[in-house]
């Protein structure tokens, strides 16, 4: 494969916090504005504005996970966490349903492949966190422009 096929999912915290972030800046602005002259709404608006901004900064330093496929290799990246799998390793793939949805790769014998944790959290996992914001439709899609296809529900001894 010699392009890119590349999937940011998206994170419902990090819109939470930037958009609420963004509102308390405006508020704590709007605070001030109504009567500069009063101490109580200047040192309300100063409040409103650092909690604001610093929900903001907050919201802008959460990683949302990227699913790449280029240059013969996928590539799963959440922050530090980064896994890379040579893409003739991977037979097939399935999204675990929940409220956090997760991506479950398989070789080519149908057995999961297993990842290292991170900072030996665990000994190892099974699955590639998403976000619950991540629709199945979207990862099948990139999955299929990839050329990785989708592991059957039954599988036949």
Not at 33 to 62: E, F, K, P, R
Not at 82 to 97: E, K
Not at 98 to 114: H, N, Q, T
Request: charged share 20%.
């Amino acid at each position: 494969m010699s392009e890119t096929v590349r999937l940011v999912c998206p994170a419902g915290r990090k819109h939470v916090e930037l958009w609420a972030g963004y509102v308390l800046v405006a508020l704590g602005a709007a605070a001030i504005a109504v009567d500069v002259s009063h101490w109580a709404n200047v040192t309300l608006g100063v409040l409103l504005a650092l909690m604001g901004g610093a929900l903001a900064a907050h919201g802008h330093m959460i990683k949302s996970p990227v699913l790449e496929v280029s240059d013969g290799e996928f590539r799963y990246e959440r922050g530090r966490y980064v896994v890379s799998v040579p893409f003739q390793d991977i037979g097939s793939y399935h999204v675990l349903p929940g409220r956090i949805r997760s991506l479950g790769l398989c070789d080519a014998a149908g057995r999961p492949k297993r990842f290292p944790s991170l900072q030996n959290r665990r000994t190892s996992r099974a699955y590639l966190p998403l976000t619950g914001l991540t629709s199945p439709a979207k990862v099948e899609s990139f999955m299929a422009m990839a050329g990785i296809p989708p592991r059957e529900r039954s599988l036949t001894s």
